[in-house]
């Protein structure tokens, strides 16, 4: 079965904090793929990184930045000197079949 | 490239009614999905268009739903007699035939069933 937990429903941090948002994941396939989505108070979804299973490589864009373990089946993410923009709702997901399957979610808070 | 469109973006319905909403993804994208979010939730997949053939549909997509892509462009999804267990935003995305995976969403229409 493919599932994902997001385990921190809330995160509350000052301007300027670094902020890591967990994501782990379970699957029995060998090759899929993960991704993380913002969700602002607009409501629409924004792309933001995939990654598939066999590159684990972490990527860097910008203030944001991504730590793939396949050891751990962790996917998580960083946002550098977090500013009041990033206050979102931020969702990982895994590719289950045609589908993503989305964790719960964490919702980001960044306050001046 | 004008994104995925969905329409209406709010709909307020009273039980018992039916109501369609649509969806335009990005042109020239052949795969398009139907999620739906309820409050503190992540979206849950309901069903899966590859052109006008619907491929995959969730559990969660009971008889009084339906969903078409009559011509592989846009998609309608229905709901019969409605309940208040439908409340929720109903999100709509595409994907393009050149490979990837990354889904690209609509805004989304927020149903709420009085």
């Known amino acids: 079965a493919q599932k994902v937990t997001q385990a921190q429903t809330e995160i509350s941090v000052v301007e300027k904090e670094d902020v890591t948002l967990d994501c782990v994941y379970e699957?029995?396939?060998?090759?899929?793929?993960l991704f993380w989505y913002k969700q602002p108070p607009s409501g629409e979804l924004v792309f933001l990184i995939r990654r598939n299973s066999f590159d684990e490589q972490n990527e860097i864009s910008g203030r944001y930045s991504w730590n793939f373990q396949k050891s751990t089946s962790s996917f998580n993410f960083t946002i550098t000197a977090s500013q009041v923009v990033d206050s979102a709702v931020y969702f990982c997901?895994?590719?289950?079949?045609?589908?993503?399957?989305f964790g719960k979610g964490t919702s980001l808070l960044v306050t001046p | 490239d004008t994104g995925v469109s969905q329409d209406p973006r709010h709909k307020i319905t009273k039980r018992g009614q039916n109501v369609t909403f649509r969806c335009d993804p990005i042109s020239e994208h052949n795969r398009l999905y139907w999620y739906r979010q309820t409050l503190g939730q992540g979206p849950e997949f309901l069903t899966y268009?590859?052109?006008?053939?619907?491929?995959?549909k969730s559990r969660l997509l009971s008889d009084r739903f339906s969903a078409e892509r009559p011509k592989g462009s846009f998609s309608t999804l229905e709901i019969q007699r409605t309940e208040q267990g439908d409340s929720a935003m109903y999100l709509c995305?595409?994907?393009?035939?050149?490979?990837?995976?990354?889904?690209?969403f609509g805004p989304g229409t927020r149903l709420t069933v009085l």
């Open positions: 699957t029995r396939d060998t090759t899929y793929y």
């Open positions: 268009f590859q052109n006008e053939a619907q491929l995959e």
């Open positions: 995305a595409s994907i393009g035939s050149g490979g990837g995976y990354e889904q690209f």
């Open positions: 997901a895994l590719v289950s079949g045609y589908a993503l399957n």
